[in-house]
C-alpha cells in the first residue's frame, strides 16, 4: 500500500494553522484588549509579555502558506483569486501591528497613543479578515475548469462577516486567558473579570454558526445529523459545553495557567468541528484534496524538507517559551 502524500501534507497544513491561530489568536487577542486597558505601564506589561515570541508565531502561517502553495496548488491559486481582498488587509494589519509593536517602546510619551492606536487596528483587521476568509471557506469557493468562477466581492457575505466577529472574540479570549498566566495584579483580575462575558459571547457565536451552517448547506448538515455521523460527531458540542464549565469553575477558582489551557481546548474543539464540516474537501464544497494536489514527485520533494524542518521550528518554539516562561512584571520586558 502506497503513501497517501495528499492526506500527509493536509494534515501538516492543518497543524501549522492551528499552531498559528494557537500562537497568534494570543498576540493579536493582546491588541484587541488594548482598549480594556488604560493604564501605560499595564500595556506595556500586556506587549512585554509576548515581546520574545511574537514574530516567531507567525512562522506557521508562512509554513501553511508555502505548504499550500507547493502540495495543493489548485487550492492556493483558486483561495488567492476569491479572497484576494480580505487576505491582503490581512497583511496589512499584521504589517502595521509589526511596525506599531516596534515603534511603540521608541516613541516619546506624547506620541506613543499613535502606536497604540495602530497596534489596535492592525490586530482587529487581521483578525477580522481571517475569520472572513473562515466563514468563506466554511460557505464555499464556485471552481469552474479549475479556476475560480465567482466575483470579486462574493466573499462579502453576512455569514462570512459574521465569522470574522466571531474570530474577534476567540483571539480575546485567547489572549485574555494569557494575561492572567502571565500577568499578575490588578492586571490580571481585570483580566480574569474580562473572561466570563468573553466566553459566553463566543458560546453564543459557535451556536448561532453550528444552526446557520448547516441551514444554508445541506451537504454539511448530511455530514453532522445523519446515522452513524451523528453518535461519532456528538462528543464535539457536548466537549465544548465541559470545558466551558470547566473554565468558568476555574476562573471562580482565581487559576492562573487552567482558564488559557482551556480555551486552547475550546480552539481546538472548534478547529474540529470546521475540520468534519469540509473533509475531505480542501475548496469547499466539492475538491477534494486528492483532486487539488501536485504531483507525488513535488509533495514527495517537498515532503523531505518539511520533515527536517518542522521539529527545528518545534525545538526553537518550545525553547522560547522556555526561556521566558514565567510571570511579567513592569519592571522586566522589552524596551
Known sequence: MGIDLPLIWFLIIVFGVMMYVVMDGFDLGIGLLFPLVKEEHERDVMMNTVAPVWDGNETWLVLGGAGLFGAFPLAYSVILDALTIPLTLMLFGLIFRGV??????????????IWDKSFICGSVLATFCQGVVLGAVISGIPVVDRAYSGGTLDWLTPFNLFCGFGLIVAYALLGCTWLI???EGALQQNMHNSVK???FTLLAILAVISIWTPLTHG???????TRPNLFWFLPVPLLVLLVSWWMLHAVNRQSHHAPFLLTLALVFLGYTGLGISIWPNIIPPSISIWQASSPPQSQGFMLVGALFIIPVILVYTFWSYYVFRGKVTPEQGYH
Do not use: C, G, N, Q
Open 100 to 113: 506599531a509593536f516596534e515603534f511603540r517602546f521608541k516613541a516619546s510619551a506624547e506620541k506613543r497613543h
Open 181 to 183: 498566566m502571565k500577568t
Open 197 to 199: 462575558p468573553l466566553l
Open 219 to 225: 451537504d454539511i448538515a448530511a455530514r453532522w445529523f
